[in-house]
């Protein structure tokens, strides 16, 4: 399978711990894009990435919030002190930027998180 | 003022009727514009990009209308396996913001 993939698919946590995940992109895809689900909603884009560099963070990305992808390949987001509200259905999706804006982002299966 | 609006639904229609959502937005400088699907649980899935002239995909139509800063999807013939939630998706330079979806439920 050379889709998108996530890493847990669940988290279960305690409200104040850090949890981590991680999104492996499509390999010739140099954007990563992280973003944020809950019931009813589209959604919500937190931040995305060209190749290793960081272009943009939403608001809704606290300080709590902080992403990395290293090496220009796979992506972390990290939540710190994680709080009820927190919970939600974290996606990642990557594309390849092209000459035309707005390329097909294509997402992986999402990581859906519960802070207790 | 929502970024993207869409109809709320649900939508429950027979088999083989003809159904239409529709979705205005906010940014007149929008470049790019897309219907998702997303299936209950499941990630969100392209299911055709819109463009200014209109495009037809089989039984899909979408339609866009920069002047009034609004899309349409027109489903025809309706088949079970449509049913989903629908979310329109506008782009302005790399910043997708997705509405919030409507729901098609398609009924024997």
């Known amino acids: 399978d050379t889709g998108v993939s996530q890493d847990p698919r669940h988290k279960i946590t305690k409200r104040g711990q850090n949890v981590t995940f991680r999104c492996d992109p499509i390999?010739?895809?140099?954007?990563l894009y992280w973003y944020r689900q809950t019931l009813g909603q589209g959604p919500e884009f937190l931040t995305y990435?060209?190749?290793?560099?960081?272009?943009?963070k939403s608001r809704l990305l606290s300080d709590r919030f902080s992403a990395e992808r290293p090496k220009g390949s796979f992506s972390t987001l990290e939540i710190q002190r994680t709080e009820q509200g927190d919970s939600a259905m974290y996606l990642c999706?990557?594309?390849?930027?092209?000459?035309?804006?707005?390329?097909?982002?294509?997402f992986g299966p999402g990581t859906r998180l519960t802070v207790l | 003022r929502k970024e993207v609006e869409q109809d709320p639904g649900p939508f429950n229609v027979p088999e083989g009727a003809t159904v239409a959502f529709n979705c205005t937005y906010s940014?007149?400088?929008?470049?790019?514009f897309f219907w998702y699907r997303q299936d209950c649980r499941k990630e969100p899935k392209l299911l055709m990009s819109?463009?200014?002239s209109g495009n037809e995909d089989g039984r899909f139509t979408a339609q866009l209308n920069r002047a009034s800063q609004y899309i349409s999807l027109l489903i025809r013939d309706s088949k079970l396996s449509d049913s989903a939630t629908y979310l329109c998706v506008v782009n302005y330079r790399s910043d997708m913001r997705f509405g919030a979806g409507t729901r098609l439920t398609v009924k024997p």
């Open positions: 390999s010739e895809h140099n954007r």
């Open positions: 940014n007149s400088a929008s470049q790019s």
């Open positions: 999706a990557s594309s390849y930027l092209g000459d035309l804006p707005g390329n097909e982002q294509f």
């Open positions: 819109v463009y200014s």
């Open positions: 990435f060209q190749n290793e560099a960081q272009l943009e």
